[in-house]
Structure formats: C-alpha cells, structure tokens
C-alpha cells in the first residue's frame, strides 16, 4: 500500500489488543459491543487530538488565570448505519455535546456498492468538524459514499475514523477523498472475493447486533 500524509495508522497496545479480541469467533455479541466502543473512545480521543485551543479568563480559588480550553470548534459525530452505531457512545463520552447526523447505507451483496436508506444531518452541518465512524473500512465504497453526502452539505471538514481497514478501501477512500482524514486500527492484508477483509473480524454489524 502506498503511503499517504491523510491516513493515521494507531499502533497504540490497548486499541490493537482490543481490536485482535474482536478479531477471534468466540468472542460474543455483549463483548463485541462493549470493545467496539471502548476503541471508539480511544481512538476518539486521539482523534481530537488537534482540536483548537483558546485563552481563557478565570479566577481558580488562589488567583486569576489564563487557562486554555477547546475554542467553540463545533462537532457533528456521524456513524454510518449499522455498524458505527456501536463506537458512537465511546466518542460520545469525550464529546457529549457534539451534534449527531446517521447515514445509512448497506452493501449490496452482488455488486458491493453501498446502497442509501438513511441520512438525517444537523442543519449546520456545512459549519462543523464532522468525524464520521465505521469500523470497516473495506472496498471504501461505504466511506466515500457517507463522505460525499456530508460534502453536498458543504462541509468539507471530515474525518474518517475505522477499527479495521484493507488496503484497498484506505487507497479508494485516500485518492477519492485527499482532504479527508483516515484514521484505523489496523490495515490487514486484503478483501476477499464477498468484499470481506482478510483476516478481519466478520461482518461487523452482525456481529455487533447479533443478526449472524
Ligand atoms: C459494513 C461496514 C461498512 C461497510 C464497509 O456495513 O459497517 O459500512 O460494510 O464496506 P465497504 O468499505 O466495502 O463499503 P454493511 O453494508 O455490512 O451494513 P451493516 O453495518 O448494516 O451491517
Ligand atoms: N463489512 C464488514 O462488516 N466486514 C468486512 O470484512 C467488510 C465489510
């Protein structure tokens, strides 16, 4: 895979560790969902990382002070359906008054194309740094699908934020989209003929919701 300055490979022990539990076909839907959002949080949090700071007047009970804090840099968190659902309340924790938009979009089995039945976004959400979450970044049609209807609503502020990527799915979604941040757990070795990423976790949302 080549090497592209959009995307952010975490090589951190507690998100990999999380990521190989996830990995293995013992592990249940109640742990499935509890790590995906752990490692949303996690990853939320380095995420953000670059978020903008402002000066701050206060009085702490000795003194006054200058403290910094986050300026009002304005969030919308989006999970594309299903399966973002599971790492939105792990983000949510760090951020718990980010606006919140849902796209829905599901893989035809045959083509893999991402097909549409949902997308509710905050109205403002042209004036937002929109992180959007999926765990599986496959083929990318999903990831470049959710990026190009926040796009149509002006908003060219965008991260993409995944557990598990094949190389294939970060190159459509990096050359598709070079403005957008990719940020992944890991990069595994390649997709499958069904689309599925090799050695992966499964399908995510099955996993998660319990609809094997
Ligand atoms: C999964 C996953 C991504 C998509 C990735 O969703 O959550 O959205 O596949 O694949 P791609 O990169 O090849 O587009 P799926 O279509 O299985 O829907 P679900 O989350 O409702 O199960
Ligand atoms: N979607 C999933 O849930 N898993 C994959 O491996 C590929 C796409």
Same mark, same amino acid.
């Given at each position: 895979?080549?090497?592209?300055? *959009? ?44 978020? #903008? ?60 194309? #991402? ?6 976004? #905050? ?33 060219? *502020? ?19 989209? #070079? ?34």
């Amino acid at each position: 895979m080549e090497n592209y300055t *959009n995307v952010t490979v975490f090589d951190h022990p507690l998100i990999t560790h999380k990521l190989s539990i996830l990995r293995d076909i013992n592990t249940g839907s109640k742990q499935f969902r509890e790590l995906v959002g752990e490692i949303g949080m996690l990853m939320g949090y380095e995420v953000m990382r670059d978020l #903008p700071m402002e000066d701050v007047e206060i009085e702490t009970p000795i003194t006054k002070a200058t403290v910094k804090m986050i300026s009002g840099k304005k969030l919308a968190l989006v999970p594309i359906l299903r399966a973002g659902l599971g790492m939105l309340d792990g983000v949510l924790s760090l951020v718990p008054s980010a606006k919140i938009g849902h796209i829905g979009l599901y893989r035809d089995h045959e083509t893999l194309e #991402p097909k549409e039945y949902f997308c509710k976004l #905050p109205e403002d959400i042209a004036h937002r740094q929109v992180i959007l979450l999926d765990p599986m970044l496959a083929t990318g049609g999903s990831g470049c699908a959710a990026v190009d209807f926040i796009k149509a609503r002006g908003c060219n *502020n965008i991260k993409f934020v995944s557990i598990l990527a094949a190389p294939e799915g970060i190159e459509r979604l990096a050359k598709t989209h #070079p403005d957008v941040q990719i940020y992944t757990g890991g990069v595994d070795e390649k997709l499958n003929d069904k689309g599925y990423i090799v050695p992966g976790l499964g399908d995510a949302g099955d996993r998660l919701f319990g609809t094997l």
